[in-house]
């Protein structure tokens, strides 16, 4: 990449996408948008995701590469799916001269440091995951199984099992606790069932 090129780099975390447009030494645009992670949204959320993507990125004549980093769950069957839909997407007009980079949200953390160490990645948002590599000769990796399957220690994990504990008390279930009244805060005095369910993102309102 030349010096002065300039990049476009989307994070798709599980609650929010962080979009940039950055060269070496300078970022030129940042915008938070919905999440683009298709696992516990919708095909019709991700374009929409996408549509605002274009937008930031149309602001920019002068964008080379592109690098989407999306949850740490993503399979190979899941990056082909949403490389499709930015295909259709994304008009030709706003695509990056060079390449676009499609991947999650861990391989890039592996090319932060030089490639014969020893390196460790944690994530921990909204979902949670360990990789670990010894140069590049072995990659292990643990977690990132998503909302439903794992994510143990994330931010939906946690908020999930204080929602319960909130009603855990209600229903006389459970012991007293101060997360009672954060809960309500939180919800504006909706009742959470209503609060969760109704939401348009069900797993970033129990996540935040």
Same mark, same amino acid.
């Given at each position: ?5 300039? #990049? ?50 149309? =602001? ?32 030709? #007009? ?99 069932? =209503? ?14």
């Amino acid at each position: 990449m030349k010096p002065e090129a300039k #990049s476009l780099l989307v994070e798709g975390g599980g609650s929010h996408t962080w979009v940039m447009v950055a060269d070496r030494k300078e970022l030129w645009a940042e915008e938070w948008l919905p999440s683009l992670n298709r696992i516990g949204g919708s095909e019709e959320s991700q374009r929409s995701v996408l549509a605002d993507v274009a937008r930031a990125a149309g =602001r920019f004549t002068d964008i080379d590469n592109a690098l989407f980093a999306v949850g740490a769950a993503c399979t190979v069957t899941y990056l082909n799916e949403l490389a499709d839909t930015m295909t259709r997407t994304l008009p030709a #007009s706003v695509r990056p001269r060079g390449r676009t980079y499609l991947t999650n949200d861990v391989v890039p953390l592996f090319f932060a440091e030089p490639a014969d160490c020893d390196q460790l990645v944690v994530i921990a948002g909204t979902g949670s995951g360990v990789a670990a590599r010894r140069g590049f000769g072995a990659i292990s990796r643990a977690g990132a199984h998503e909302y439903l399957l794992g994510d143990d220690g994330g931010a939906y994990d946690i908020g999930r099992q204080a929602l319960r504990a909130v009603i855990a008390r209600r229903e006389d279930r459970g012991p007293a606790t101060a997360l009672t009244e954060r809960a309500e805060r939180r919800t504006g005095g909706v009742e959470i069932d =209503r609060f969760v369910y109704g939401a348009a993102n069900p797993k970033q309102s129990v996540a935040e």
